[in-house]
């Protein structure tokens, strides 16, 4: 029997994010089926070189970036089974993430996503001031990526960090919530969240 390659563990991973996390709304489902993705990817990845290597890592960065997503309890619409054996997990994964990142040189805009994640689980864990870090880091990828949008994201989430350690930033949240509804449809998906995931982690 021939391995699994890159695009098929691919489709399975989507299958699993589409069925299982959006439809069906199974945590513990998903999480299972998308480890199962990495342990596949990691594995085979081990006995590859070149671009087959890169494609099994590519992968798994990706889908420890979807797994710490769907655990997530700061969106608007995160599963209400998400445990702290969860974010346990999805805090490990993050930084597995970040690692991916550097080893296969991708882009900023692709470790600001991972920075930003990291920051988000660090504020569910009540880690501030290293969510701070964190999203420090994301804003300055994004600034390399030449994402005025990213970048003051990321602004804000340093605020939402503050705010959720205790400061009154409330005002400076605000006026960065209106900068960026003024950057279009990017700017407006950003400002939407905010507020909820305030909510969800206080």
Known sequence: MQPLTVDE??????????????????????????????????????????????????????MTFNISSA??????????????????MALMLCRRNLELADTLNSPPAQKANGYWMLGA???????????????????????????????????GWIVAARILGGDDCHEELDRLVEQLKRLGEDGDFYASQYGPALQRLA
Not at 38 to 43: E, Q, V
Not at 71 to 88: N, T, V
């Open 121 to 155: 689980h660090l504020l569910a864990n009540h880690l501030y001031d290293d969510a701070i870090e964190a999203f420090e880091s994301a804003r300055e990828a994004g600034r390399q990526a030449d994402s005025k949008e990213g970048a003051l994201m990321a602004e």
């Open 71 to 88: 655990c997530w309890p700061g969106w608007e619409d995160a599963h209400e089974a998400i445990s702290p054996e969860h974010l346990a």
């Open 9 to 62: 563990l691919r489709a399975v991973a989507f299958s699993a994010w589409q069925t299982l996390h959006q439809e069906k709304r199974d945590l513990d489902a998903y999480v299972l089926a998308a480890r199962c993705v990495i342990a596949a990817a990691d594995h085979l990845a081990t006995g590859t070189s070149g671009d087959s290597r890169q494609g099994y890592l590519t992968l798994v960065r990706n």
